[in-house]
């Protein structure tokens, strides 16, 4: 039988390139080609607030669910969600009537990086079969090979105990128009990203497959809750008038970091990928345009 091995980050050497430090191994392999540096990292952070914010601060989107052992598969560097699930749990176990969110269970945090298109064996205690009791996989698409996706959900059905739950967040990062009109620089962008990531084997559109894959690997009871991220003050709810308002610098510090290594590979001078960032923050400005991202 093939091996189906796949290379692994032994260390976390950088290169610096485009004003931006990024993972050598990650730039090498063509796996996850973000930055690494404080920006992307205070970036992650706020992407991360903002999402947590449009799914009313739920760390679990099952109902009633409180969890004791639970595995996190993430990109980047960003540990946001593991550790507000800690500190979520550590009011719990203090408090004789838990909170909105807050459960008592034993949490440890165990940080790995690690290349998920190689499959897991059943040999690494903590990928054991039948071991958690919620597995959750966010923002994945810059990472995960097109075809490793059906078997790393697959992967993950098998490391889910009975009754567990996997969820899943991902999203399409083309900003989309609700009014209809064109987009010229923002789907520019689009374009150079998602045929960048195709070039890596990479689905920018995964979202959209989830629920196949998911089907296809056992799991029952699947239950989708996509959600509009606003990107500007155009709502008129005005929850999501505030999220659109805080999402309008995000979401160009998330062109900037995503599209900075894709763009300049492309063959992009600097000057060309600010004026293209330029007009993407002039689109992004434009409430008229009624901006989204679907996740």
Known sequence: MASNRQPQPWNDASVHEFGRDFLAFSVQHGIYCVPIDDEELNRQADFYDIVSRLFERRLFLPADLAPEFILDCGSGSGVEWAEEVMEKSELGSRSSSSGDDDFACQ????????????????????????????????????????????????????????????????????????????????????????????????????????????????????????????VGEWHNDPHLREIGRDMKTIALQTLRSLGVWHCRKSGMEEREFEELLVGCEREISDTSLRLYIQL
């Open 107 to 230: 949490v440890s945090l165990l940080l790995a990086v690690w290349n998920l298109n190689e499959a897991f064996r059943y040999d690494q205690t903590e990928l054991a079969r039948d071991r958690y009791d919620l597995v959750n996989s966010c923002f994945l698409a810059d990472g995960i090979n097109k075809d490793r996706w059906s078997s790393y959900i697959q992967d993950l059905h098998d490391r889910v105990r009975r009754g567990g739950w996997l969820q899943m967040v991902e999203a399409q990062l083309n900003i989309q128009s609700d009014s209809g009109r064109p987009l010229e620089h923002l789907s520019r962008w689009w374009s150079i990203y998602s045929d960048a990531l195709e070039e890596q084997n990479k689905d920018a559109r995964a979202m959209v497959h989830l629920r196949r894959h998911m089907t296809n690997a056992g799991f029952v009871n699947i239950v989708g809750e996509p959600k509009r991220l606003p």
